[in-house]
């Protein structure tokens, strides 16, 4: 079992991070659940990574392929509820570009990763598209709204 106070699961992420920028496949599934998830937002050409080992495949790729090195910018805990929000900028030297977002991260009581849900910094919605979502992440059946509430304004 790890540490799950606000500094343990902080240095748990600390440590997925490090062994993502490192390539190190054992040392990022270590961090998860055998079963935890990765979603990303609709349409993201890498999907949904389901799976500790399909994690670490994923991240492995990215170095390999982009020169991946991602960094964490920001981070909060919230130990008692066993979860964390992070904002990060993943460098793709290979690409000459980056990217900037957020995830939310949801712990076991075991004090590894079970879910990580990445937002990312994004163009606003277009015609073709109106809104922006994770892909296969069940938001009606997790008590998000669906549409938007009734609200009193000033006329």
Known sequence: ???VTAAGLEATIREYFDACNAADAAAISACFEPDGVHYFPAGAPQGTFVG???IATGWVTA????GSIWTIDRIVVDAPRLEAV?????????QGGYLRGDEW???SKRGLIRE???YYSCP???AERRSHELGNFDYQG????????DVKRRS
């Open 1 to 3: 079992m790890r540490d």
């Open 52 to 54: 500790a080992q399909a």
């Open 63 to 66: 170095v390999s392929n982009l």
């Open 86 to 94: 992070i904002e990060w900028t993943h460098f793709k030297p290979k």
């Open 105 to 107: 991260y949801l712990f």
């Open 116 to 118: 990580i849900r990445a």
């Open 124 to 126: 606003p919605a277009t």
């Open 142 to 149: 997790r008590g998000y709204p669906m549409t938007p509430p």
